[in-house]
Each structure stands twice: as C-alpha cells, then as structure tokens.
C-alpha cells in the first residue's frame, strides 16, 4: 500500500477516535463546559497539557529549525519546557487554590477591577487568536502535502472536527480527546526516531543515540563528524552556533516565562481537584513534553547529517526519488549556479525568497538535468540548495527510506498535534467572550444555561474566524508567535506572580505595569517584524536583543512599573488581602 | 502556637524551597546550558560536549526532577503544618 492509502486509513481512524469520545463526554454545564467540574485526573490532565502545548509547530517545524539552528535551537528546547517549573513552583497551585474559572478572572477578582479584567481578556484573545490561525493552517498543510486535498477542504475538515468536538464537549471534550491526541503524536514522532537512530549510530534510543559512534565503521561520534562536514562546508559549527550569548539568553527567558503567562496552559490547572494534583499534575505534563523535546534535538542531528552527507557535493542525477518528490511540492530545489550538475551547498540563501516553480501549462519545467526550474532570482553566493525547514520532520521518513506507514503516521501525528492545541484555544476565547466579557461586565444574572449557550455561540464564531485566517494567513503569521510569547511574558506573567507573591500590590500598580510592558513589547515587535522587516538587524536591536527576545524586557519594564506606581496609591481592600492569604494554603 | 503563626512558618519554609529550587533551575539552564556553555564545551560526555549537552538535553532532565522534589517536599510541608487537603 501507498503512503497516500495508509494517510486515508490512518487519519480516518483517529478522526472517527475523536468524534467517538466527543459524544462520549458532552457538557452539560458551565462548570463542566469552562473546567471539565474540575474533576480530572492528574495524570490524565498532565497528557492533555502536553497535547495542549505541542502544537503544529512542536511536532512538525521545531526539529527541522533546530537542525538548521544547531546550538541555537537551545531557545525552543529549554524555553518551551523551563517555564513548566515556573508554572509548578509559582502559579498553577495557587491558581488552583483560588478555583475560578479563567486567568481574566484571577486578574479581575486580584486587583479589584474590571478594567484589569478587560485588559487580561484583550491579552488573552489576542494571544490565542493568533496562535490558532497558525494551527488550522498547519491541519490545511498536512492535508495538502500528504493527502493531495486543496488546502482549503483541508482547513474545513480540520474545523468541523475541531467544532464538532470543542462546541459539544467543551473543556470536558476537549480533555479527553487530547489524551488520544497525545498518544497518536508522540508514538508518530518517536516510531521515525527509533529507525533513524538504529540505522545512524546502531542505538534504539534517540536521546543516547545522538551522542553515539556513527555505525560507518570511522569509531567516529556523531556529534563530532557533524561539527566537522559543518566547518568544511563553510558553516559553524553545529554545537556552537552563531547567536550571540545574551539573545539566546534573552530569547530563552521569554519562551520560558511565555509558556507560564499562556491562558489555554495555565487554564488546565483549574480542571483537577486539588492544590496537591495541580502540582503533580505539571509534572506529569512535563514528563510527556520532555519525550517529545528530548528526542526533538537528536531528530535534528540525524536529519541534518543524513542531508549532508546524501546532498552535498553529489551529481544532480543520483539524487534518490524523494529529492524530486519534495522539489515538486517546492520545499525543497537545487539552482545550478556554476552549471557543473552537481549539488553545492554552502552557508547563506541559494535564492531570494521561496521556490516558485515555473509551469509551461500544467507541466513543470524541467532544466537540463531534469531538475525542477524555478523563476527566483538566485543569490551570489556558492548556495545552489533551497530547502524549507518542514521538510526535516516529513520527509524524514523517507529519506531514511523507511515504510510507507511511518510517513502516514507523521501525517497523522501532525494533525493531532494541530487539532489538540486549536482546541484548548478555542475554549480560552469562548470562555474569555462568555464568562469574562458577557456573564461578568454586561450581565451579571445571565443563567448557567444561557452562559452556556453563549460559550458554544463563542467557540462556533472562533472556529470560523481561526479557520478563515487560515485558508488566508496575513502575511505575518510565522512572525506573530513572538508576539503571543512576549505579550504573555510581558502582561499576564509578572501580574499573577505579583498578586500571589505581593500582598501588598495594588490595581493601580498592576495595571500600569501591564500595559507599559504591553505597550513596549508589541511596539518592538511591530517595528522590527511588521513595519519595518529591512531594519531587523542585530546591529539596529536594543542592546543586541532581537524582537524573539524583547518580552523578557518587557517583563521587566512590567515590573519596575508596577512596584514604582503601587508606592502612590493605597494598599488592595482588607478582603482582596485576604483572598491572596488564602491562596497560599492548600486548606 | 496560634493557627496564624503556623501559617506564616508554613509560607516561609515554601519560599524557602523556591528559592533553592529555583536557584538550581537558573543555574543549569541559563548557567550551564548558556553563559557557562562555551567553557563547559571543552569537557566531554560520551559523543556530547558538556555545554551542548546542558543545553538541549541535560537541563530538560533537570526541570522534570526538579517539579517531582518540588512536589514531594510540600506535600511533606502540607502535611506537616497540617494544611493537607485529605484532612478537611
């Protein structure tokens, strides 16, 4: 069978799982509807975390950046799991202690205000909105490369299964088809990792495999042959890296503390019965995260030593099949610059922008190798190659020449990665809409069950909207994922910290703080990423900190802020005092 | 001792914690796995160079042990100030 029939077969499969369980378990209430009543299981909440968290982005894009990044790749591996203790040792027991239904509603309940409430609630759709068209864009990608589906049909499938599920269940729904989600991505992604790992260094296990001898018999490590076809080609070194020290370290701080300000993360702590479960509960996630980060990096190794040494300095002609397979999709293209028929690759750009494949009517035109011929314009460098940073988790497979049912599985894997986090996002801004905007500022005796009917009204428009964005992406949808990491580290992070951690800080000083942090933050990035791309240089950055990184200084800004202004205003009501003492113990 | 004086014990020992925890948190993952990294880079583990490794293995091991002491030392701490949840 062909990988295109195990793709139908296996996506069927998982697909009929997720309804299945849907109807299984539908809300009946808001209680149930917002925080599943608030009666999972620990370790059942942890895997769903972990499908939460991983998204399209961890399982397809991640391991191709790093293998591109080298040591850089660093920034995503700790700062998308570091900022998991943060959240087990600051927030989610005392979050759960304090046993409301949002993060817009710990804000507004903390500083006594409903303006702080409504600029959580802005913070928190603004983040997940634009995390969301990203995952409905990824769903429409997966359908389109592995099943030949327009992405357009591929995006309303995706979201008439993310609505099926996410309008019924809710957060109920949700929980429990993430576990399935779960465990279909981290078996498609660790199945690849067994293979290639055997093959390459003879060790089953990734994470050891990595740091292995290379089974050609040189005795050589891995690692070190690598650094070494690096340094020949003209590269860094892979274990090195070219960021400078205090971007990674500034990019890493905001990923990390990012993670712990994100609402559709911190909302699955609220869904377990007790203080003693939320923090287990973060553990458990953690442990199910690390599988998939762990063996992420050593992807990254195994890829990038097999496209060298399959690509480099090789004749044109004996490039095996997948070569010609991935140029047609326009991921993947060879420029014969100095006309030799044979494949350099070298640092830098091969060509200015992405493959656009030139077509003489339906048919592709073919150059004089029989490679596939694109309109760019090529760079002046000693590049010939193009190739996109996807390409390293899906065509994965097949360039270790493993069987068509690993490549559908990959399919599969991405798909649930994608559905399972646009799922917890949704619910974050139908619960934003109907609990934090309409029961709380507009209409205050509105019953459970019409709380409810709005929640599903909310989800359904957000389904909509998300898949809209992602059948017409704005151009800067790979760019805005710093801007949801810096806006939750600059907004939602040093606000919750201080109210749990600070007794004493006060409305005023909260909300001065995060709207300066707010402020500074989104206007960096909207500099660098969006108005003004040709100024997004090191040399143009604040203090060499690039707008991947800016959040960390907008945190700070945030809290400087804060404790400046409190100081002139009066301390929180003797009630809100209390509240925050009661928070702090179990019982 | 009062019930209030329990309390404010119970929420000095928790900072405490934190900030030994936290403290090791910082320092294996910015400290070993970025500032110290090109230093650490000159010792090796099997195929990996120290600081690397840190980097994108060694420090994800570390946060993952560090939320399990973390959990196992308050539920000592709930237990021991009597705010545990099972006594309610």
């Known amino acids: ?587 | 001792m009062t019930q209030e004086k329990d309390l404010k014990g119970y929420w000095k020992k928790n900072l405490q914690y934190l900030s030994i925890l936290l403290s090791i948190w910082f320092t294996v993952s910015y400290g070993f796995g970025i500032l110290l990294a090109p230093w650490l880079n000159n010792f090796k583990m099997g195929g990996f160079k120290l600081g690397f490794w840190f980097a994108q293995q060694g420090s994800i091991y570390v946060f993952v042990v560090l939320i399990f002491i973390y959990v196992y030392l308050m539920n000592r701490l709930d237990k021991k100030f009597g705010v545990n949840e099972e006594d309610a």
């Not at chain 1, 990012?258 to 609220?270: E, K, M, S």
């Not at chain 1, 656009?356 to 002046?380: P, Y």
């Open chain 1, 1 to 587: 069978m062909d990988v295109q029939v195990w793709t139908y077969i296996l996506v069927g499969v998982t697909f009929t799982l997720y309804i299945g369980i849907a109807i299984w378990s539908r809300a009946g209430s808001t209680s149930e509807f917002y925080i599943a009543e608030g009666a999972v299981n620990p370790l059942t909440n942890g895997m769903a975390t972990a499908a939460d968290w991983m998204s399209a982005a961890s399982f397809l894009s991640m391991a191709g950046l790093i293998s591109f990044m080298g040591y850089d790749g660093t920034v995503y591996l700790m700062g998308w799991t570091g900022g998991y203790v943060l959240l087990a040792l600051l927030l989610a027991p005392y979050l759960r202690k304090f046993g409301k239904f949002t993060v817009p509603d710990f804000i507004g309940d903390r500083y006594y205000s409903n303006t702080a409430r409504t600029v959580a609630v802005i913070c928190a759709l603004i983040v997940s909105f634009t995390y969301v068209a990203g995952q409905m864009r990824g769903v429409g990608l997966v359908f389109s490369k592995f099943l030949e589906v327009d992405i357009f049909w591929g995006v309303i499938i995706g979201m008439a299964i993310v609505f099926f599920y996410a309008v019924l269940g809710g957060m109920k729904g949700i929980t429990y088809t993430q576990v399935a989600q779960y465990c279909v991505l981290i078996f498609a992604f660790m199945v690849p990792a067994f293979f290639i790992s055997m093959q390459l260094t003879g060790s089953p296990i990734p994470q050891i495999g990595f740091g292995s001898t290379v089974t050609d018999g040189s005795g050589m490590y891995l690692l070190d042959k690598l650094d070494q076809l690096h340094t020949e080609l003209g590269f860094a070194e892979y274990t090195s890296g070219t960021k400078s020290m205090q971007d990674v370290f500034f990019i890493t701080v905001a990923l990390m503390v990012g993670t712990a300000g994100l609402p559709h993360v911190i909302v699955r702590f609220f869904t377990v019965p007790k203080v003693k479960d939320a923090r287990i509960s973060v553990g458990y996630a953690l442990i199910f995260i690390a599988i998939l980060y762990t063996t992420a990096p050593a992807i990254a190794v195994f890829a990038r030593t097999n496209l060298i040494e399959t690509v480099s300095e090789q004749p044109y002609e004996e490039m095996p099949p997948w070569f010609s397979t991935w140029e047609e999709t326009a991921l993947l293209n060879w420029v014969d610059k100095n006309e030799d028929g044979i494949i350099n690759y070298a640092p830098g750009a091969a060509i200015v922008g992405a493959p656009d494949i030139i077509r003489d009517g339906l048919d592709i035109r073919r150059g004089s190798n029989n490679q596939v011929m694109i309109s760019n314009e090529v760079t002046a460098n000693q590049n010939e190659l193009y190739v996109d940073r996807d390409i390293m988790v899906l065509a994965n497979p097949e360039i270790a020449g493993l069987p068509a049912w690993v490549a559908a599985l990959v399919a599969a894997g991405g798909l649930a990665a994608a559905l399972s986090t646009a799922a917890g996002l949704l619910l974050v801004i139908s619960t934003s809409v109907s609990h934090d905007l309409i029961k709380k500022q507009f209409n205050k005796d509105i019953s459970d069950k019409a709380e409810l009917r709005y929640a599903r009204i909310a989800a359904a428009v957000a389904v909509v909207v998300a898949g809209y964005f992602g059948i017409n992406p704005p151009g800067f949808v790979a760019q805005v994922v710093a801007i949801a990491f810096g806006l939750a580290a600059a907004s939602f992070f040093p606000a919750i910290i201080l109210g749990i951690f600070y007794k004493k800080m006060n409305k005023q000083g909260a909300l001065a703080g995060m709207i300066a942090g707010l402020i500074f933050t989104l206007a960096y990035i909207i500099y660098f990423k969006i108005a003004f791309p040709e100024l997004n240089i090191p040399e143009n950055w604040w203090f060499g900190i690039s707008p991947e990184g800016i959040g960390t200084f907008g945190m700070l800004i945030n809290l400087v802020v804060a404790l400046s202004v409190r100081s002139f205003y009066p301390d929180p009501p003797e009630d809100v005092q209390e509240m925050v003492e009661g928070i702090r113990y179990p019982r």
